[in-house]
């Protein structure tokens, strides 16, 4: 089955500066890739997400890249905000199930 | 709110006790999802629904836990004789089959003391 390996699983930035969060998945046939974003006992919520088709998405401070051939894809957030601040999973897709990294915990520093 | 609801948002039960969370999908949606969450970890796939059909289940899945979704609408998943390393949030999400994106509903924390 697929299998996410998430790095790092913690991560400190100076605010104003930009993170990168990567992810490795193991099966060719997963086709779509979110990033969620989980505040301290908030639900999970869908950031960004590409699809196989795409090699880059980009929304406003954050963009996402997906290399097929290596089967690794990342986060990019740019000008970072102490709001930005939470654990982000990136999920790989084969048919109907998402599977899930373990986190990264980002820590914006004033 | 139109969002994924569920309930209890909170339930402590004592080991061998059985225990069901409800699950409301966002109306439109007729894929319902099941995961369970541990303290730093990503989210866990249990099982999901098709309308009323249950379409797969994880090996996570013993014989303990059971779901339905009867009218394809709302959800349940009940624990049998809790152990207390069910002690997890459990998540439902809901996605339109047109789509990709699943949303989620905001968790039961379930302590199993």
């Known amino acids: 089955g697929e299998n996410v390996e998430q790095h790092p699983s913690t991560l400190s930035v100076q605010e104003g500066d930009s993170a990168v969060i990567k992810c490795t998945y193991s099966?060719?046939?997963?086709?779509?890739f979110p990033w969620y974003k989980q505040e301290l006992g908030k639900r999970p919520q869908l950031i960004i997400d590409?699809?196989?088709?795409?090699g880059e998405k980009k929304d406003q401070r954050i963009a996402v890249t997906l290399n097929k051939t290596a089967k690794h894809f990342s986060l990019h957030i740019t000008e970072t905000q102490p709001e930005d601040s939470a654990v982000y999973f990136c999920?790989?897709?084969?048919?109907?199930?998402?599977?899930f990294g373990k986190g990264t915990r980002l820590h914006i520093l004033p | 709110d139109t969002g994924v609801s569920q309930d209890p948002r909170h339930k402590i039960t004592k080991r061998g006790q059985n225990v069901t969370f409800r699950c409301d999908p966002i109306?439109?949606?007729?894929?319902l999802y099941w995961y369970r969450q541990t303290l730093g970890q990503g989210p866990e796939f249990l099982t999901y629904?098709?309308?009323?059909?249950?379409?797969?289940k994880s090996r996570l899945l013993s014989d303990r836990f059971s779901a339905e979704r009867p009218k394809g609408s709302f959800s349940t998943l009940e624990i049998q004789r809790t152990e207390q390393g069910d002690s997890a949030m459990y998540l439902c999400?809901?996605?339109?089959?047109?789509?990709?994106?699943?949303?989620f509903g905001p968790g039961t924390r379930l302590t199993v003391t």
């Open positions: 099966d060719s046939a997963s086709n779509y």
């Open positions: 590409i699809r196989s088709n795409v």
């Open positions: 999400a809901s996605s339109p089959s047109s789509t990709y994106e699943q949303y």
């Open positions: 629904f098709q309308n009323e059909a249950q379409l797969e």
């Open positions: 999920a790989a897709k084969r048919d109907d199930k998402i599977i």
């Open positions: 109306s439109e949606h007729n894929r």
